[in-house]
């Protein structure tokens, strides 16, 4: 099964395969449904996912200051694209070159006590 879905604006393709084996009714029929498989992929197509936001930056990324953190600054992606996911690799890079996009990441930042 194949669908579409608009998250936030954003075009994902989503497939869903699901691989069922045989049922005999019997213990090896309960065995063989507990070994079923279901595999998901999402995958953002290549169009633009910032298409109103602040369009006249450069580069739109917002910062939060939150008091329990471990680590001074955490980078989470808001393209997509991360091979990394949820944290950012910086792949938005080529992401708003190959579509004039202007997306980068949220940044969380440790309180400075």
């Known amino acids: 099964m194949a669908s579409i879905l608009n998250l936030a604006g954003v075009g994902l393709s989503s497939s869903v395969a699901v691989r069922r084996r045989g049922r005999d009714g019997g213990f ?25 936001i602040r369009k006249s930056e450069e580069k739109v990324v917002d910062a ?30 080529k992401h708003n070159k190959a579509t004039g996009d202007n997306v980068g990441p949220l940044l969380l930042k440790k309180q400075k006590e």
Not at 34 to 52: G, H, K, Y
Not at 64 to 91: H, I, M
């Open 28 to 52: 090896a029929g309960a065995v063989e449904r507990a070994r079923t498989r279901r595999l998901v992929s999402v995958r953002a197509e290549a169009q633009a996912i910032n298409p109103e």
């Open 64 to 93: 939060v200051v939150v008091s329990e953190l471990s680590k001074p600054l955490t980078a989470y992606c808001r393209c997509w694209r991360s091979g990394t996911f949820p944290l950012c690799d910086g792949s938005h890079v």
